[in-house]
């Protein structure tokens, strides 16, 4: 069993911004990754960035440049800076860790970010 402790999320103006944080713990001991997806209503789930083990990250495109993600490897902690929010970026945002012993991937339970005037 993984748990994770996120939070950040709220409600903000277009151009503005949040910080959103997630810590695991439980039942992985060795996280290859983690990051975070986001999903809208009526839309698929995305992966928005993530931190891997070595140092390197990824990020959608939409996103680079005023998103971006670190880890705190010694806590099992991953935030995501976002700047310059848009309303596009709406949506329940939700943390994940892969697990690099078993690969498998875990899910918290998300946190919602509206970007609304």
């Known amino acids: 069993q993984v748990q994770f402790v996120e939070s950040g999320g709220g409600s903000v103006q277009p151009g503005g911004s949040l910080r959103l944080s997630c810590a695991a713990s439980?039942?992985?001991?060795?996280?290859?990754?983690m990051g975070w997806a986001r999903q809208a209503p009526g839309n698929e789930r995305e992966v928005v960035a993530t931190a891997i083990s070595g140092g390197r990250t990824t990020y959608l495109d939409s996103v680079k440049g005023r998103f971006t993600i670190s880890r705190d490897n010694a806590k099992n902690t991953v935030y995501l800076q976002m700047n310059s929010l848009k309303p596009e970026d709406t949506a329940v945002y939700y943390c994940?860790?892969?697990?690099?012993?078993?690969?498998?991937?875990?899910w918290g339970q998300g946190t919602q970010v509206t970007v609304s005037s």
């Open positions: 439980g039942s992985i001991n060795d996280i290859y990754a």
């Open positions: 994940y860790a892969l697990d690099g012993a078993t690969m498998n991937g875990h």
